[in-house]
């Protein structure tokens, strides 16, 4: 299995800007979550899907962040407008769900600046 | 409000000596805690967890340790080796929630041959 799979890995882009975030999930995983990384607050759950249906998107910052999950090997994050305090990594992972070890599997991450 | 809290930023160990690192949580109603263990360039990844109804785990030369009245957990790593290098999350989850974990900031362990 591939694992999970995020691209890009990399993504530079300026203050204003639209930036779309993918991943692809293990296959028959049916839990998929969206993580934010930055030095002052580790990691931070923004968003999880059970059976591709947000079930709490409480961890995402604001109105310029939306997530989607159109199908069981799919999902974006989108921020618009991008802006500098938007600059982290970012994770997703995925996970059977009801799994007895609430393992997560995450993927390599995207490393996102915003100048 | 941190449910999840690593006060150590960051921790030095000599090569085949103790490795402990700490975490503290808030949410009494959590019963499933977690360590993952991440590289630079990398997602972090599963390495060991346990259950409320349980005060310890092992797992070769890792061992977690749950004090539920001081809720309280911690890490131990015997013998540390230099691989062992990276950062390592604290994570807690309530069973309720589902799959849903709240992670702490993270400790940065640095084991020096």
């Known amino acids: 299995d591939a694992g999970v799979i995020q691209s890009p890995r990399h993504e530079v882009t300026e203050m204003g800007q639209e930036v779309t975030l993918r991943c692809k999930p293990i296959?028959?995983?049916?839990?998929l979550f969206w993580y934010r990384q930055t030095m002052m607050r580790g990691l931070e759950l923004l968003i999880y899907?059970?059976?591709?249906?947000?079930?709490?998107d409480s961890g995402m910052p604001e109105d310029r962040f939306s997530a989607k999950m159109p199908n069981a090997s799919f999902s974006t994050l989108k921020i618009q407008p991008s802006e500098p305090r938007d600059s982290a990594v970012y994770f997703c992972?995925?996970?059977?769900?009801?799994?007895?070890?609430?393992?997560?599997?995450f993927g390599p991450g995207t490393r996102l600046t915003v100048l | 409000d941190q449910q999840v809290k690593q006060n150590s930023p960051s921790l030095s160990v000599q090569e085949g000596r103790i490795s402990i690192l700490n975490c503290d949580y808030t949410?009494?109603?959590?019963?499933?805690f977690l360590w993952y263990k991440k590289y630079p360039a990398e997602g972090p990844t599963f390495l060991i967890s346990?259950?409320?109804?349980?005060d310890k785990n092992e797992d070769g030369r890792f061992t977690v340790f749950l004090n539920k009245s001081a809720k309280h957990l911690s890490l131990h790593i015997v013998p540390s080796q230099p691989g062992d290098s990276a950062v390592y999350f604290c994570?807690?989850?309530?069973?309720?929630?589902?799959?849903?974990?709240?992670f702490g900031a993270g400790t940065i362990l640095r084991v020096k041959s």
């Open positions: 992972a995925s996970s059977l769900p009801r799994d007895r070890y609430n393992e997560q599997f």
């Open positions: 899907f059970n059976n591709n249906v947000p079930i709490d």
């Open positions: 994570a807690a989850s309530e069973v309720e929630y589902g799959n849903k974990l709240v």
């Open positions: 346990i259950s409320s109804i349980k």
């Open positions: 296959s028959g995983h049916n839990s």
């Open positions: 949410n009494s109603m959590f019963d499933y």
